[in-house]
């Protein structure tokens, strides 16, 4: 009778045990603290993320155990520039330098591993001596992993080298304006009372030829232009004339406008012409350490030392007006007509205004040398100071690569 009995008697109570369990499961989350939805995550980014590391300030530290990592029998050097070969002073001395940036560790470049990177791929320089200067020095070093390195000299190369180990070639384009120029002898009739001998006429707008098609050849490309843009390479009886769409530019500009107008164009030929694959990098100026007066007024760079960093200023700075002002005079401009590029900056102006210490100056390994054309001291010895370059310029090819 009971068991009977038992349905009919819960029935009525079955409603009410639902809407209080409810109930109490509304009330208990209501207790709970809210939390909003998370946002999706973001996708992560696969590109690696540039190096903290500034190369390009720093010191310069005495390390008594560093050496070069090639001598004077480098079948790349150049004569002038030899200086172990030249006998100069001090050359222990002057590659015992290690340039420390601040805060981090450049390593030195490992040829073999550098050129395993960059199989299959090609590397230009374009610009004027000290672009040379720094490829004679790439050259030497990358040839530690490849003896059988060989000279090369094809699409329109001033010079370079083919390393067959791994399939890749080095060369340099001499380009000393990288805009198009050529010599326009004096066309008037009549004396030379004015002393003109013609011009150099400069077309902004059109590459020069040794560099206008070789963009798809290389997979990097290192510019530079500077070393030309003053009275000493053009002076007012040839001096320089500037062209835009084939039409002299009115009213004349002067030399440092001239300079800033080929930035102007030169700069969007690389963005527009050089393909984006390509990793585009601009070497700032190399100092020039000329003391007591310029080349041709007996300057001198007669140093045991580098310079301290007290003393910079006095060096370079253009509001001093000394004989090496123009390098940050030009790399002021040179940063300005790159803003908002994809090209990046080789910053080796701080490193190098340094190293009064070590340029050829008088152990040019030519007799008369010094009598023609004075002091050297704005090129490097090798080995030397473009060693270091070579270090922090494969950390930005390695990085840049990296990135895509």
């Known amino acids: 009778m009971l068991l009977t009995m038992a349905p009919k008697l819960l029935s009525p109570l079955f409603p009410w045990l639902i809407l209080l369990t409810l109930f109490l499961l509304f009330l208990y989350s209501s207790l709970l ?33 560093r050496r070069p990592m090639y001598d004077e029998t480098c079948p790349f050097h150049r004569n002038s520039w030899n200086c172990l070969r030249n006998k100069r002073d001090n050359m222990g001395i002057i590659n015992s330098w290690k340039w420390v940036p601040q805060g981090c560790v450049l390593h030195r470049i490992d040829p073999a591993r550098f050129l395993g990177r960059m199989r299959n791929r090609n590397i ?34 001033w010079r370079g080298a083919y390393f067959p180990k791994f399939n890749v070639t080095v060369g340099y384009h001499r380009a000393v304006l990288l805009a198009k120029y050529e010599w326009q002898p004096k066309q008037t009739a009549g004396g030379d009372e004015d002393g003109l001998k013609g011009t150099y006429r400069v077309d902004v707008d059109i590459p020069a030829n040794d560099w206008a098609n070789i963009a798809d ?20 009886e040839s001096s320089l004339t500037f062209y835009r769409a084939g039409k002299p530019i009115l009213p004349p500009l002067d030399i440092l ?5 080929v930035l102007e164009n030169m700069v969007p030929y690389i963005q527009n012409k050089v393909p984006h694959k390509t990793l585009k990098i601009w070497r700032l100026q190399s100092p020039r350490h000329f003391y007591g007066g310029d080349w041709n007024q007996n300057g ?28 940050r005079l030009l790399n002021r401009l040179i940063e300005g007509a790159l ?23 008088i152990w040019l390994g030519q007799k008369d040398a010094v009598s023609v054309w004075g002091q050297d001291c704005m090129h490097w010895c090798l080995p030397g100071v473009p060693d270091t370059w070579v270090d922090i310029l494969s950390e930005l090819i390695h990085v840049g690569l990296e990135l895509g």
């Open 217 to 236: 050849f290389y997979d990097v490309l290192v510019f530079n232009t500077g070393h030309w843009w003053n009275s000493d390479k053009f002076p007012k």
């Open 257 to 261: 406008d001239g300079f800033k107008v």
């Open 124 to 157: 230009g320089f374009v610009g004027d001596s000290l672009n040379e200067n720094f490829l004679v020095s790439f050259l030497c070093i990358l040839r530690v992993a490849d003896a059988g390195a060989k000279k090369w000299k094809r699409k329109g190369a």
């Open 339 to 361: 803003q908002g590029t994809n090209i990046q900056l080789l910053d080796l102006t701080q490193p190098s205004e340094f190293r009064a210490d070590a340029h050829p100056a």
């Open 33 to 65: 603290p809210f939390h909003p939805p998370s946002p999706p995550t973001p996708p992560s980014n696969k590109f690696p993320t540039l190096p903290s590391c500034n190369f390009f300030k720093g010191h310069w530290v005495q390390d008594p155990n």
């Open 300 to 327: 001198s760079c007669l140093f045991n030392k580098p310079l301290e960093e007290q003393q910079l200023d006095l060096w370079f700075d253009p509001s001093n007006n000394g004989p090496n002002k123009e390098e």
